[in-house]
């Protein structure tokens, strides 16, 4: 058959095709040999050159010469002659020519001559650069050409290829690569003088791989040559240069010689290969390594020689074998976990169930692959008589991956089995050494049945288990039996040496050589190299007593396969502990350490017996279940809406019962810290709790079932004794090596299967892209009835490109038939909505854009346009563009076309492709998107293979959420068998690969071919005389195909014989080129066509001339009898055709026809899923989803409801009410009838209206938004929030879904609308977390915060710890402000006085909407402030600024320091100075905001505290400006006891929040009746009072006034200033048990809010501001702002030369954006939201 048909085309191909190439090559060596001889001839005349040249001009000093006086005079005359001649001009040389009649070589006055050393250094250095900088853009791709130009410049670059060709010949017999004087010499301006072309005008090739590969290796360079290239990257046609060099060496002398082969070596070595120039992973990429070069070369399938295990050949045994095992792994073996594609959730296996019928054809298409070498293409549509029905393609597939499954098994099992062989052959030697003496104890001998066993294993698990038996037992014997079998090698290598006669001298090399081969290939086995446990329990023979336990692992093993006690244990008469008496040693000094010893080795034995794992295996697999629980992190991660949720808690879930990708949604999981699950056999009682943790205890053991086999049923207590060591070494086998080994592989396995599961719908969903066909107009559209819109030559596609937002410009452009480019247009502001229009410009320059898109489609005329699509703006962009084509209709009778959507993830990834850049470098990237878009709606297989590349870009493409998950090597290889299977069907044109180089990629995927074949095979055709594949035959004959690949691939390269018919060819043209009919039934074909035009056969009828006759009129066809046909085509050994036979016929009928699916326009769903990018999965009913408020829905009254309209009075205000839109300031009812006329009237509001993240409108009615009744939805969400909402209906056509944002519905805790849970979902290990999160709330609910829904860069829904940490990575002076603990109407604020010193000040706040709200009025201290931005600026600041300048103060003691520590500093210092007062101020950690100033006048140190107030330093009741004033004043007055305060303060604990009103403690005042005050303070006039309060430095609180006497805080009060600022907290001196009245510094004035706590007691102000009234001189938040930001940059300026150790904070620092993104409901844009209040309760 095919072997014939290629046998027949070969003797073919011996005629006039081999002459001409014969002829050419002979040429090309004649010419590269008169390219050497001119070569040689032009280094001949440098070297004259250089002689007669030297020292004619040289800038350098001359040395003396040493010559002597005869050659000194010899060099004066020559040097005269060329002083004589280089003073001839052009005249003198013309008519030196003349008389002479011949050219002479003119000489040229030098100037300066270069250092041919230096040229050559830079020369060397830059030769790598340059060779980069000349093919960098075009040298390592897959693609065939470097970009794609319009067709009127190919046409003038293939002129001018025409002609630089021409003049190929005359140009390199002239040519020489090495460099004459020339290139040596300059003129001033270092230029060379007259420079020779020094390449000739070579072809330059339209194939970029090939054009890549002349760069580097020259003009005459052949692909082929690539293997001429050695190790070191020599060339071997250098050699045959030396060759002829040596061959002429005699008539040289040694400094002629010398010379030439520098020459010669230089030479060489300038000329660089390919794999000197790349580095290997560049060569790689692009297939130019010599491992693809070997690819290439082989006749051998490519995808065959790339897989990991090659296809070998295999006699008619292994091929039943093969196919049995096949059959049962593929066809018969369930899968662990179900797979099921139908959705029945059925155990099938992966590649369905089929009937045994299906061996035999599994048989043949396993001796197609392997012994034929025939690629699944091939079989499948050529072969289908040996595989269908039964077999599919996809069956093939797995066929072929098990097939190399196969072999990569039975090559273990072979190594292995030589390895037990080798094994026993040791033992045996060993035995025979003395055959009388008795085995070693515990020594197992290896029999035929370990033998039998190996070789009968079916998996590599079982293989395994082998392994593990074999290292268990001889792992310690194999260095020994190497080292044996390395001895009889060296013998037998020695007695063969002796035998010969030879000298052993030689030969004792090569056994030493062998033996180190041998050596390296016995250490590749991977053996334990160190030693275990098991080995030192063997070295301490303890094996003896192993013995004694009454059964072996292998009894043991046959009693677990048969289910029954087939081998009774043996019992041992002795005692275990007497027994293990006798193997005590100093390693094992006890009886019960020996047992355990023996107990740890019958368990390592039993765990590493084959039956044992391989029974216990199938039954843990059958039985095995998993219980999985939530980690703390992923209590709060896996909410609803996460993959994992339905089994967050599991208990008990069999493993058979999952499927799809669950378990490894769970993995994923679990590596991403949220989930921990085990696997057990036996299922777990949650009503028996164990462990701390009550942790479900097991409730059935396997264990127990299988003890029994292992068990001697009596009651002797000797046997009950070893009964109990048996019991135990089970359990250890169990629990400690066989479950933890099962786990290992049942994962492994059920990740594989999950794996494999999406890697299938990765493939499926590509196929549902590649397998449309491409876009037809459909009989409705009446366009071909025009001229201009003839679609013969295709269909022209207009793309439409566009960003939403307007950022970048938008991008029209149209391809023809052939997917080429012919124009684009580029539309800057055609995405500017309405919206949008700034100005009347704008508007201007849009309508401009839309007039230009419009006249663009007028002119270029294209059938359909396709507009990409990831938005729901798309919607529009289609509307406006169906609106241009409407106008276009009317206005100039344009047809109506179609516009489509059309999916922009290929485009987008197209567009950013290393391709892309390539094919269109000067195009924008939107520009390609529109050319990738216009390409998709025309083909889409051929778009999607753009991505097929070495940079493998087609796993950009998103085709399942889990696909980052999956191997990526399996992946791809996947998706691009799917290639393979679509192509091979469709079949490729490969002359229009040829010509549209966009669509080359398809080649690759050609049966038979593949990356490197499929780019050789283009570049082969191009360098053709014509570049075009005339038949099929070509690709034998020209093409360099064998005979195998030719057979697997010809089939599916299909020819357009009507085109070169056309074009006028001399070559025969196969009109069955053009069909799917592969070559090897030509002959039968052409019976066909004979048969069914009843033409004699006794006459000369042309078969060729038949066939077009049938293809014209096929219908003959249908009378031809093809069974019979078939039977005499299988009578004559041509096997079995009928299915073939049919196949022509079909094929005759209709050539090529395209069987893709049509294309249709994308339904209201797919355009849903194209627009929003949401699917089933992850857009569905019930769903929890965010949206914010964009208005109140309103429903309009009709004119009959206007009528019927009952306007209702309110009584208490007299006004009405409209009864629809609910306004209700109305005087007079007209006025409300007047509303309606008007046509003011919004309607009644009947919903809010939400827009979701993806962009969809969403729409929750007003009984849906609260579980109470809602009259006006403004009374319970205000426009901008952020809202929480289930979806309740999806409505698809219309965008928009139905939501509900009700708290039993959020809530949901009748399941209604969450997804459902597992059936093994562990319900009580959720209330048990549940309970535990609330009793953990509840203990931190003394202590923790409501979170607040504030709007401010400085404020953090924190606590104060996280308020800690977070401030101690900021500079000093830095401020949080963070919900407080003490109630809703708090805020703590914590600024950072220093390292590891926080203060913390309560903010008291008034006039709150909410309890999330901020109030509009914010107290510290009494002293109100606007906005957080004011206190920041004035409480903050200011305080932060003065801790500032005495922190960098120069006798400030930074670090922890106690007064102890002080105390010792100051001791040291009075001791170096006694005359001097030592002082140091340290910060205070006790009093946060305070400072320690200790000084020590005399032998005993003082201790006193320094306050930071915004005011400045408060020390003794006096309030200092700056620090110098501070520690002047201090120097003068340290001892001045009037200024000492009475108490000292007490150290009391840093509170989170003070818990106070104010941050300072209350002031006592000793001996002094608070009663007698506040009599005095009353009879006071205010002015009075006042001034006393001023004078005191203290507020009207009187607090200043008990400061002067020097009161202190009682213990247990936080202060803010020692001595002098009360607060609160304390009983104040009004009354008992009110609050203290915060006091304020002495520049602030009287609080605006402030009444006195005790009627009568003091008059209020004359003048109160009240609160709707702004004060005087305030400010709002950003005048605030501003004026942190003013202070922050002066202070900044002023600190550089004081405080050099902080910068001032300043607005910019304070206004950051918070870290914390948890805040609900906050809408954009900033302020307060309110949410849903009842709901919050």
């Known amino acids: ?735 400690k090596f066989l479950y933890p080994s099962f786990e290992k592989e049942l994962k492994t396995k059920l990740m594989i299967e999950a794996q494999e599961a999406i890697i299938n719908q990765c493939v499926h969903r590509l196929s549902s892209w590649i397998r449309v066909a491409p876009y037809q107009l459909s009989p409705e559209a009446q366009i071909e009835e025009d001229e201009e819109f003839d679609t013969r030559d295709g269909i022209r596609v207009m793309g439409l490109a566009f960003v939403a937002n307007n950022e970048n410009a938008s991008f029209a452009a149209v391809v023809d038939g052939d997917g080429e480019v012919t124009d684009y247009v580029k539309l800057e502001y055609f995405m500017l909505r309405k919206a949008e229009w700034v100005s009347d410009n704008e508007k201007a320059l849009r309508e401009k854009d839309v007039d230009k898109l419009k006249k663009f489609i007028l002119n270029k005329k294209p059938h359909v346009i396709g507009v990409g699509c990831d938005t729901i703006i798309t919607r529009y962009v289609i509307d406006d563009i169906k609106a241009i084509v409407a106008e276009l209709n009317e206005s100039d009778q344009f047809p109506q076309i179609a516009v489509e959507y059309v999916d922009n993830e290929l485009s987008t990834v197209y567009m950013n492709s290393k391709k892309a850049l390539i094919d269109f470098h000067n195009y924008p990237p939107h520009l390609r998107q529109a050319i990738s878009l216009a390409r998709r709606l025309q083909d889409p297989l051929i778009e999607y293979s753009q991505l097929c590349t070495a940079d493998e870009e087609i796993l950009c493409i998103k085709y399942h959420p889990l696909q980052e998950h999956l191997p990526r090597d399996e992946l791809l290889n996947s998706l691009y068998l799917e290639f393979v299977n679509q192509v091979n069907e469709l079949g490729v044109d490969i002359n229009r690969s040829i010509v549209h180089p966009h669509t080359s990629q398809l080649v690759q995927f050609i049966g038979g071919l593949g990356p490197r074949k499929g780019a050789y095979l283009i570049r082969t055709l191009k360098k053709q005389q014509t570049p075009l594949l005339e038949n099929r035959t070509q690709l034998v004959q020209n093409c360099n195909i064998g005979k195998v690949v030719f057979i697997n691939c010809a089939g599916f390269i299909k020819i357009d014989t009507a085109s070169l018919s056309d074009s006028g060819t001399d070559t025969y043209i196969e009109v069955l080129d053009s069909t799917r009919v592969h070559p090897e039934a030509y002959e039968w074909a052409r019976k066909m066509a004979v048969d069914a035009l009843e033409y004699d056969e006794d006459n000369d009828t042309n078969p060729a001339q038949a066939l077009e006759e049938i293809i014209e009129n096929p219908e003959k066809l249908k009378d031809l009898d093809l069974d019979a046909f078939a039977e005499e085509l299988n009578r004559q050994g041509m096997g079995l055709k009928t299915i073939t036979l049919y196949d022509i016929r079909s094929e005759l009928s209709n050539r090529y026809k395209d069987h893709r699916i049509p294309y249709r326009p994308p339904n209201a769903e797919e355009i849903f899923k194209m627009l929003t990018g949401e699917t089933h999965d992850s857009f569905y009913t019930g769903k929890l989803v965010m949206g914010r408020v964009l208005r109140v829905a309103r429903r309009k009254p009709k004119s009959d409801q206007l009528d019927q309209a009952n306007p209702v009075r309110n009584d208490e205000t007299g006004l009405w009410m409209c009864p629809f839109c609910s306004k209700s300031d109305f005087p007079e009812l007209s006025d409300v009838w007047n509303h309606f006329d008007a046509g003011n009237c919004l309607g009644q509001a009947v919903g809010i209206m939400v827009r979701l993240d993806n962009g969809l409108m969403g729409l929750v009615t007003t009984k849906l938004i609260s579980d109470k009744e809602v009259t006006d939805p403004l009374s319970r969400v205000t426009i901008g929030m952020t809202i929480h909402c289930r979806i309740v209906k999806i409505q698809v056509e219309k965008f928009s879904v139905d939501l509900t944002c009700r708290t039993s519905d959020l809530t949901d805790s009748n399941f209604q609308w969450r997804p459902p849970r597992d059936k093994d979902f562990y319900y009580e290990a959720e209330d048990k977390d549940v309970r535990q999160e609330e009793q953990h709330k509840k203990r931190q609910g003394r202590q923790s915060y409501v979170k607040r829904i504030i709007v401010h860069p400085a404020f953090h829904n924190i606590d104060f710890r996280q308020a800690e940490k977070l401030l101690s990575t900021m500079d000093q002076g830095e401020a949080i402000i963070r919900p407080s603990s003490k109630a809703n109407d708090h805020l703590t604020l914590t600024w950072k006085v220093h390292n590891g010193v926080h203060h913390h000040i309560d903010i008291r706040e008034e006039g709150k909407d909410n309890a999330f709200s901020l109030g509009h009025e914010l107290y510290i201290n009494n002293e109100s402030y606007e906005d957080l931005d004011e206190i920041l600026a004035r409480y903050v600041q200011p305080m932060a600024s003065y801790a500032r300048d005495i922190i960098n103060y120069k006798y400030f003691k930074d670090g922890d320091i106690k007064r102890e520590d002080m105390d010792r500093i100051l001791k040291e210092e009075k001791k170096k100075a006694p005359s001097r007062i030592p002082y140091f101020v340290s910060v205070s950690k006790e009093f946060p905001g305070k400072f320690l100033l200790s000084y020590q006048p005399n032998l005993k140190s003082f201790h006193e505290f320094i306050s930071v107030t915004p005011d400045g330093f408060r020390y003794r009741n006096t309030t200092f400006r700056s620090v110098p004033s501070l520690f002047k004043w201090f120097k003068i007055h340290f001892n001045d006891r009037s200024t000492f305060p009475q108490r000292t303060p007490v150290a009391t604990p840093v509170m989170r929040t003070p818990a106070g009103q104010s941050s300072h403690g209350s002031i006592a005042t000793p001996n002094i009746d608070p009663q007698a005050i506040q009599r005095a303070a009353a009879s006071m006039s205010n002015q009075v009072f006042n001034a006393l309060s001023q004078v005191a430095g203290q507020t009207p609180s009187f607090g200043g006034a008990a400061a002067a006497f020097g009161g202190g805080p009682p213990p247990g009060h936080s202060m803010g200033t020692p001595f002098g600022q009360g607060g609160g907290g304390g009983r104040n001196y009004y009354g008992q048990g009110t609050s203290m009245q915060n006091m304020m510094t002495p520049t602030m004035s009287t609080p605006r809010n402030y009444q006195p706590t005790t009627p009568g007691s003091m008059p209020p102000p004359q003048h109160i501001p009240t609160s709707s009234h702004q004060r005087p001189g305030s400010r709002s938040g950003s005048q605030w702002a501003n004026l942190a930001a003013d202070r922050g940059r002066s202070g900044g300026q002023q600190q550089q030369q004081r405080t050099p150790h902080y910068a001032t904070p300043g607005a910019s620092s304070q206004m950051s954006i918070s870290p914390n993104t948890n805040t609900p409901n906050t809408a954009r844009g900033g302020g307060d939201q309110t949410p849903l209040v009842d709901e919050w309760n």
């Open 1 to 735: 058959m095919a072997d014939q048909f290629f046998d027949r085309e070969a003797e073919v191909s011996d005629g006039s095709e081999d002459e001409e190439v014969r002829k050419e090559t002979s040429k090309s060596s004649k010419r590269r040999s008169k390219f050497e001889d001119s070569e040689e001839e032009e280094e001949e005349d440098e070297d004259q050159l250089r002689e007669v040249m030297h020292d004619l001009i040289n800038d350098e000093e001359e040395e003396p010469a040493e010559d002597s006086d005869e050659e000194q005079v010899t060099g004066r005359k020559r040097q005269r002659e060329d002083d004589l001649e280089e003073n001839l001009d052009d005249e003198d040389y013309d008519l030196i020519e003349e008389n002479l009649g011949r050219r002479i070589e003119r000489k040229k006055k030098f100037r300066r001559i270069r250092r041919l050393e230096d040229d050559d250094e830079d020369e060397d250095k830059n030769d790598g650069q340059d060779d980069r900088e000349a093919i960098a853009n075009e040298l390592f791709n897959d693609d065939e050409d470097t970009g794609q130009q319009p067709s009127n410049v190919r046409r003038d670059r293939s002129d001018r290829e025409a002609i630089d060709d021409r003049f190929a010949e005359l140009s390199d017999s002239g040519r020489s690569d090495d460099s004459d004087e020339d290139n040596f010499i300059v003129d001033d301006d270092d230029r060379p003088i007259q420079p020779r072309v020094r390449k000739p005008k070579s072809q330059r090739f339209t194939d970029e791989a090939l054009q890549q590969a002349q760069d580097i290796f020259g003009v005459d360079f052949d692909f082929d040559e690539i293997q001429n290239f050695d190790e070191t990257g020599a060339d071997y046609d250098d050699e045959e240069e030396d060759d002829d060099y040596e061959e002429g060496g005699d008539q040289l002398d040694d400094t002629q010689r010398s010379e030439r082969s520098k020459r010669k070596s230089k030479r060489r070595s300038a000329r660089k290969s390919i794999f000197e120039i790349y580095e290997p992973s560049e060569l790689e990429r692009s297939h130019l390594t010599r491992f693809d070069n070997d690819i290439r070369n082989a006749d051998i399938p490519e995808r065959f020689q790339l897989r990991s295990v090659p296809v070998t050949p295999c006699d008619e045994q292994e091929l039943t074998d093969e196919a049995d095992w096949v059959y049962d792994n593929v066809f018969q073996q369930n899968t662990i976990s179900v797979q099921d594609e139908s959705g029945e959730g059925k155990h099938e296996p992966i590649g369905g169930r089929k009937s045994s019928h299906a061996v035999p054809k599994i048989r043949e298409a396993l001796r197609f692959i392997r012994n034929e070498l025939l690629e699944v293409p091939f079989i499948i549509h050529y072969r289908k008589e040996y595989v269908e029905p039964e077999l599919t393609v996809s069956d093939l597939w797995l066929i072929y991956k098990f097939d190399e499954k196969w072999c990569q098994l039975q090559t273990r099992k072979s190594n292995l089995s030589q390895l037990y062989r080798n094994m026993q052959a040791y033992q045996t030697e060993q035995i025979m050494k003395d055959p009388d003496a008795p085995l070693p104890e515990g020594m197992r001998l290896i029999n035929d049945v370990d033998i039998e066993r190996l070789i009968s294993v079916k998996t590599f698990e079982e293989l395994r288990d082998c392994w593990l038996h074999f290292q268990l037992y001889y792992s310690s014997d194999v260095p020994n039996m190497k080292k044996e079998i390395l001895r009889k090698e060296r013998q037998r290598k020695l007695n063969e040496t002796q035998t010969d006669g030879e000298d052993g001298g030689g030969n004792n090399t090569v056994v030493e050589d062998d033996e180190l081969l041998m050596n390296s290939k016995m250490s590749s086995m991977k053996l334990a190299q160190r030693k275990d446990t098991y080995t030192i329990c063997k070295e301490a023979n303890i094996i003896g007593l192993v013995a004694k336990f009454g059964l072996t692992p292998e009894q043991f093993g046959e009693n677990l396969r048969d289910n029954y006690q087939r081998h009774e244990v043996e019992q041992y008469p002795v005692d275990p502990h007497e027994a293990a008496h006798d193997y005590i040693c100093h390693r094992f000094p006890t009886s019960d350490k020996v047992l355990q010893a023996a107990t740890f080795m019958v368990a390592k034995q039993i765990s590493s017996d084959p039956i044992v794992r391989k029974n216990m295996r199938s039954t843990y697999f059958e039985r095995a279940h998993l219980h999985a629980r939530p980690t703390r992190k992923g209590i709060k991660e896996i909410d609803e809406n996460h993959p994992c949720y339905q089994f967050k808690y599991l208990l008990n879930k069999p493993i058979i019962d999952f499927g799809g990708d669950q378990f490894l949604q769970i993995m994923i999981a679990k590596t991403d810290g949220l989930i921990e699950f085990e696997i057990t056999i036996d299922k777990l009682d949650m009503n028996a709790m164990t462990g701390q943790q009550q942790q479900p205890a097991t409730k059935h053991k396997y264990y127990d079932e299988i003890k029994q086999l292992y068990h001697r049923d009596e009651f002797s207590i000797n046997v009950q004794q070893w009964n109990h060591q048996r019991a135990t070494a089970l359990e250890i086998a169990l629990d």
